[in-house]
């Protein structure tokens, strides 16, 4: 930890920008805000899918998890979009339901 | 009602005559019974309602579908497909009215494009942790400003500090809840890259807020 601080204040020394030199940051962010960000920058990769690309193979992943098979091994790119689409996320939920009620 | 393989809906509903007839009435009641399984809690509406938006749901899709029979690849059962496409007419439209329906005038309007954030304030840090935190805080609204397109930047803002949805975003910066998402993950990868050339981790962050 004393290593980042490190980095963090020689990074902060080298930036001559007039704003540094306040400590209130020019976007309000809250802590919890920020490890939030955090987290999510950590588990985004570059080649995740679009949406267009999850929905064109979201009917093969549905029926992986209806028939209890390893979806997430099998299809992680859908996997992980769907871990961070909220719209894609209520699109399978919906699907998975309706092919649960047949 | 007939149970058939991919291959009969394509054929059936490829051709002409009864059996076509049949196949799309078959279709339409298969597409409707499952929007109105799928869709209950997510419309909050009276029965007769819900039954009524189920069938036009229906009707659309199923023009859709016809009209994309082409493009199925056979990958899934033929109706898990076009269920999903009648999954997908519903939540357009779903989306669209929940957007009439729920004035977001206050979700971002503080005066162009400067914004405020409405989450509580979170629980004072210990003491000995604060300036660190402080530190660390202004170093991550730094990159937000410096790191990011401007586009980037409002979209990542809304969704961070106020919580805001994709289609919400969508809304206000008039572009396609897709586009946004791809928006998010592009400012999100550069974030990670920016921390990268620094010699940092999101984890070396997250590790001072723990």
Redesign the interface.
């Known amino acids: 930890?004393t290593n980042?601080?490190d980095?963090?204040?020689k990074?902060?020394q080298l930036?001559t920008k007039p704003?540094?030199e306040t400590?209130?940051?020019?976007?309000?962010?809250?802590?919890?805000?920020?490890?939030?960000?955090?987290?999510?920058?950590?588990e985004?990769?570059?080649d995740?899918y679009?949406?267009?690309e999850t929905?064109a193979?979201?009917?093969?992943y549905?029926?992986l998890v209806q028939s209890e098979q390893d979806a997430a091994t099998l299809m992680p790119l859908v996997e992980r979009h769907l871990v961070?689409?909220?719209?894609?996320r209520?699109?399978y939920d919906?699907?998975l339901?309706?092919?649960q009620?047949? | 009602m007939a149970q058939r393989t991919n291959e009969q809906w394509i054929n059936e509903l490829q051709t002409s005559g009864p059996a076509h007839d049949a196949a799309v009435a078959d279709l339409l009641n298969i597409l409707s019974s499952?929007?109105r399984?799928?869709?209950l809690s997510?419309v909050n509406t009276s029965a007769p309602e819900f039954e009524t938006q189920a069938e036009d749901f229906a009707q659309e899709a199923l023009l859709k579908i016809l009209a994309n029979i082409k493009s199925f690849a056979g990958?899934?059962?033929f109706t898990?497909?076009a269920?999903?496409i009648a999954?997908?007419v519903?939540?357009t439209e779903l989306?669209r009215k929940r957007w009439q329906d729920h004035s977001l005038d206050g979700m971002m309007d503080d005066g162009g494009g400067d914004?405020?954030?409405s989450?509580a304030?979170?629980k004072a840090?210990a003491p000995e942790n604060a300036a660190?935190?402080?530190?660390?805080?202004?170093?991550?609204?730094?990159l937000?400003?410096e790191a990011l397109t401007e586009k980037q930047r409002t979209a990542?803002?809304a969704s961070?500090?106020e919580g805001a949805?994709?289609?919400e975003i969508a809304q206000k910066m008039a572009m396609n809840?897709?586009a946004v998402?791809?928006l998010l993950?592009d400012a999100?990868?550069r974030?990670?890259r920016s921390?990268a050339q620094?010699?940092?981790?999101?984890?070396?962050?997250?590790?001072?807020?723990r």
């Open positions: 930890m980042f601080f980095k963090l204040r990074l902060i930036d704003a540094l400590a209130v940051p020019p976007i309000a962010l809250t802590d919890t805000a920020v490890a939030d960000l955090m987290r999510q920058v950590d985004t990769e570059a995740q679009s949406c267009a929905s193979l979201l009917d093969e549905v029926e961070h689409c909220p719209n894609c209520e699109h919906i699907l339901t309706i092919l009620t047949e | 499952g929007l399984r799928g869709l997510q990958r899934s059962k898990t497909w269920h999903k999954v997908s519903a939540l989306r914004y405020t954030p989450l304030a979170d840090p660190e935190r402080a530190e660390t805080m202004t170093h991550v609204a730094r937000i400003e990542l803002v961070v500090i949805t994709t289609n809840p897709n998402y791809k993950h999100r990868l974030l990670k921390l620094e010699g940092l981790t999101p984890a070396d962050i997250i590790n001072v807020f």
